[in-house]
Antibody
Framework: QVQLKESGPGLVQPSETLSLTCTVS????????VSWVRQPSGKGPEWMGR???????AYNSALKSRLSISRDTSKNQVFLKMNSLQTDDTGTYYC?????????WGQGVMVTVSS | DIQMTQSPPSLSASLGDKVTITCQAS??????IAWYQQKPGKAPRLLIR???TLESGTPSRFSGSGSGRDYSFSISNVESEDIASYYC?????????FGGGTKLELK
């Protein structure tokens, strides 16, 4: 069955870089796209960016200068790196299978930006 | 970016009630709106796509309608398992954008 699982640090210092990994199973990264979506506590989600099935990427313009998404198809993993973190980057980060819409989601990883 | 204005932010309903949530887009989104349900501590779940197409497994008491900039989502005969937050999502123009959410509570 389709599964996605995020991993990474729960606490990041302000101005530091966030690195998250999404490990997928039940589908191929060369057949389906994967998006990262984050959600501040008590607020609506925000689409961050997409790793297309063909290896291309798309980013939310609000985050583009700080964000990088890459993948390792041999390991079924998609990576997120975002630099210059601030306190308003605190929230839950999800990876999702992206078939235009986000149909399968990981459990999410809570990231707190704090010193 | 397209802004999605969702209302109301919260809603109180009794079991069996019909409730309606609205989303207004900042421009025409050509019916490319989806609706998600999110329960506490869980990831969102896709319920409806393209305004009114129910996903497999979505109960028929859920429905959606609208066109242009204005869309609505309804639950008829609210059940206890429907207590959750609901979000609209436009996917007509990148970046896809979500509404601010509606928290449905039991009266």
């Amino acid at each position: 069955q389709v599964q996605l699982k995020e991993s990474g640090p729960g606490l990041v210092q302000p101005s530091e870089t966030l690195s998250l990994t999404c490990t997928v199973s039940g589908f191929s990264l060369t057949s389906y796209s994967v998006s990262w979506v984050r959600q501040p506590s008590g607020k609506g989600p925000e689409w961050m960016g997409r790793m297309w099935y063909d290896g291309d990427t798309a980013y939310n313009s609000a985050l583009k200068s700080r964000l990088s998404i890459s993948r390792d198809t041999s390991k079924n993993q998609v990576f997120l790196k975002m630099n210059s973190l601030q306190t308003d980057d605190t929230g839950t980060y999800y990876c999702t299978r992206d078939r235009v819409l986000f149909d399968y989601w990981g459990q999410g990883v809570m990231v707190t930006v704090s010193s | 970016d397209i802004q999605m204005t969702q209302s109301p932010p919260s809603l109180s309903a009794s079991l069996g009630d019909k409730v309606t949530i609205t989303c207004q887009a900042s421009q025409n989104i050509n019916k490319y709106i989806a609706w998600y349900q999110q329960k506490p501590g869980k990831a969102p779940r896709l319920l409806i796509r393209y305004t009114s197409t129910l996903e497999s497994g979505t109960p028929s008491r859920f429905s959606g309608s609208g066109s242009g900039r204005d869309y609505s989502f309804s639950i008829s005969n609210v059940e206890s398992e429907d207590i959750a937050s609901y979000y609209c999502l436009q996917y007509d123009n990148l970046p896809w954008t979500f509404g601010g959410g509606t928290k449905l509570e039991l009266k």
